[in-house]
């Protein structure tokens, strides 16, 4: 997935560590060979590159994401959309170059949602498009990810584990010292990396997604990776970065990204409907906001 995965693991007398190891970088390995779009022969690409119409068998670890992504994606103003990998790709964030044509017919366009265009059949296993369509899963492939990850523990009964796949993280049980997991959430500065507070993670799973990362600057204005399907493009600028905590990486991976799409408001409102503690960051000129919902962030300054 073009980064890291870790694992901090308090590891059971008789448990071989290579053995965990082998399985661990085999789930992620799997999740990569499915989702990936970097990937010419992924099932995913299969899937975009099938005709309309078309019925394409997928494997039920990508089914389970697919189908998550369209529940996640019918929430108010489909702010979560898994079917915007073509403007991904114009923007040059994809494994393509930046396509100027398709920016411009695309922008300030709001697109169809794709849990119109996309069926499942979940028992079948297979997927079909119902009109033209690109599907890209960046925004909650890590999570599930990491949820793999924390399966694999869960299969060596391992009471103890933190695991990582680039900044999405899930905590099992507390450390070996009976602390809970440290977890930082960083400042969301665009040529540093530095601490911004410190989070306590228990039997629960983090996700961050911010404009800092990666970008590209347009008449001086910054805009983020992260696509917004009403305006056929990148999300404006003001919101620097939003941490989820939530039970699952899934969840936390695609809700960051959905309350990133929102705004700072509606944002605040669709995570206490779903029932989930967020940090929500914003730019105010030289100011950083911050914005807390539920216990675990009860920050608001």
């Known amino acids: 997935m073009g980064t890291r995965w870790t694992a901090d693991l308090g590891l059971p007398e008789g448990i071989d560590p290579a053995a965990v190891e ?12 499915q989702m990936s779009t970097w990937k010419a022969d992924s099932d995913l ?3 975009n590159a099938a005709p309309v119409g078309e019925w394409v068998a997928v494997p039920p670890e990508l089914m389970q994401v697919l189908s998550r992504g369209l529940e996640i994606g019918q929430a108010p103003d489909g702010a979560f959309d898994i079917g915007l990998g073509d ?5 040059g964030f994809g494994a393509d170059n930046a396509d100027e044509a398709t920016i411009r017919a695309n922008l300030g366009r709001p697109r169809q949602p794709t849990h119109e265009v996309l069926e499942l059949d979940e028992q079948g296993l297979r997927a079909r498009k119902l009109a033209p369509l690109a599907l ?17 523990c869960g299969d060596f009964n391992i009471p103890s584990a933190l695991v990582a796949l680039d900044g999405e993280l899930r905590a099992k049980g507390v450390q070996p010292d009976s602390t809970p997991w440290s977890v930082v959430i960083e400042k969301p500065a665009y040529d540093a990396r530095l ?11 983090v996700a961050t997604s911010g404009d800092y990362r990666h970008w590209v600057e347009v008449d001086g204005m910054r805009l983020s990776h992260t696509m917004d399907h009403r305006m056929g ?21 695609a809700m960051a990204t959905a309350i990133l799409v929102l705004g700072v408001s509606d944002g605040r409102a669709f995570a206490q ?5 967020c940090l929500i960051l914003e730019r105010a000129g030289s100011e950083l906001r ?6 675990l962030f009860d920050v608001d300054a």
Do not use: F
């Open 290 to 295: 911050q914005h807390g919902v539920g216990p």
């Open 136 to 152: 890209d899963l960046s925004g909650i492939a890590k999570g599930y990810g990491v949820d793999r990850m924390m399966r694999v």
């Open 195 to 205: 601490p911004l507070s410190m989070l306590e993670l228990q039997d629960a799973a």
């Open 22 to 33: 082998t399985a661990l970088a085999d789930a992620v390995a799997q999740v990569d060979a």
């Open 87 to 91: 403007l991904v790709s114009a923007w």
């Open 233 to 253: 493009g990148p999300t404006l600028p003001g919101i620097a970065g939003v941490t989820v905590v939530a039970a699952d990486g899934m969840t936390a991976d």
């Open 45 to 47: 690409m299969r899937l």
């Open 273 to 277: 409907k779903r029932g989930v503690d």
